[in-house]
């Protein structure tokens, strides 16, 4: 028998992909806002999974509309949908509910960045309707993922981590008592990258009578015995893709081509258009790394950017991929551009494509992104590591096991 669950917040579908991944569950229905998220992932469910209602079943609708997400919408915008009830009443249970608000309202650098720390963002509450999702269908279990900053996020005085522990708790739910407990890194998972997140589950109090007991063994033996044996570098993730050589023609400029594209099998390998100016730029921190001299510190980064840009930046704004070490994290900003994710090749002199971008993330060369560049970054940056959650869908299905 598979478990059958629902995945809110769905983005592409990282989080989907490696529960589905283990062969232990099924996807009842999921929701997500986005249109190239919601139709990479009911590609994906097709072609990979073999959903044939996938184009039904992944819901384009916005979670805040309560009323309508449960019995159904026909809406402008979001077009016509049967609602999760439609769907949940086809099965005997709705097992699990996995997902994740969007992370940006709790991320340390998201508050830094806004004038007023992120308080006015209407996604600090999006957990809310994930909690009346849960209420509504009464899962075992729930798992639910965001950025360590969860922690500290506290927009209108009180801690977001007290609101969802005391929402939770009143619907019969528990999470841990320790959330630091909860605080994984992708790279320990084997995934080719430092990732810090968050994974809270909680657990129905109808069927685990002592659930404390149960989390604090799930956090410290069980999901832990999935972890990998050593960490995975950059080089390993994408060394052996064809190099994108750098053209120095006016001609190529012109057009906005700025390197090869040779052949490639595999799908959106190909370079962003990088100017001579940022190119060259490349090149000397690419160098600097390679000969292991590692002069440009955060401080000649940025002297090296006003000498480049002709004005000065109070963050320095490029990073050098190291290859012998799992990657920074990928990041969502990377659709605006991509000087922090630079390629650590110097004979290439760029940054990253959506393909290494993917495979730094975890996600399989035939995992198939819908819509332009931009949102194929976006929606990378914003998904949990598919490896990452085959991990943590494998240590869930003991607790369910459990029952």
Known sequence: MKYRMIDLFAGCGGLTEGFMQTGDYAEVAAVEWLKPQVNTLRKRLKEKWGEKEADDRVMHFDIQREEELFHGWDDEEFGVGKGLDFYASQVPQIDLIIGGPPCQAYSVAGRVRDENGMKDDYRNYLFEHYLSVVNR?????????????????????????????????????????????????????????????????????????????????????????????????????????????????????????????????????????????????????????????????????????????????????????????????????????????IHYDSAQQRTITVREAARLQSFQDDFEFVGSRGNAYQMIGNAVPPRLAKAIASAVRKLLEEI
């Open 137 to 341: 269908y009464k899962p075992k279990l729930f798992v639910f993922e965001n950025v360590p900053g969860i922690l500290s996020a506290s927009p209108d005085g009180r801690h977001i981590t007290e609101l969802i522990t005391k929402g939770f708790d009143s619907i019969g739910y528990q999470i841990t008592g320790d959330l630091k407990k909860a605080i994984v890194n992708a790279a320990e998972y084997g995934v080719p990258q430092n990732r810090n997140r968050v994974i809270i589950v909680g657990l129905n109090k109808e069927y685990y009578p002592e659930p404390q007991k149960v989390l604090d063994k799930f956090y410290d033996e069980i999901l832990t015995q999935y972890k990998s044996d050593r960490l995975f570098t950059v080089r390993e993730a994408i060394g052996d893709l064809p190099k994108l050589m750098p053209l120095f023609d006016e001609g190529h400029h012109k057009k906005r081509i700025s390197h090869t594209t040779p052949e490639c099998p595999i799908s959106w390998h190909v370079p962003r258009y990088s100017n001579l100016r940022d190119m060259d730029t490349f090149r000397i921190l690419e160098e600097d790394v390679e000969s292991g001299r590692r002069e440009y510190d955060s401080k000649k980064i940025s002297e090296l950017y006003e000498q480049k840009i002709g004005s000065k930046s109070p963050i320095h704004r490029y990073h050098v991929l190291e290859p012998d070490e799992p990657s920074t994290t990928i990041i969502a900003h990377l659709y605006k551009d991509g000087n922090r994710f």
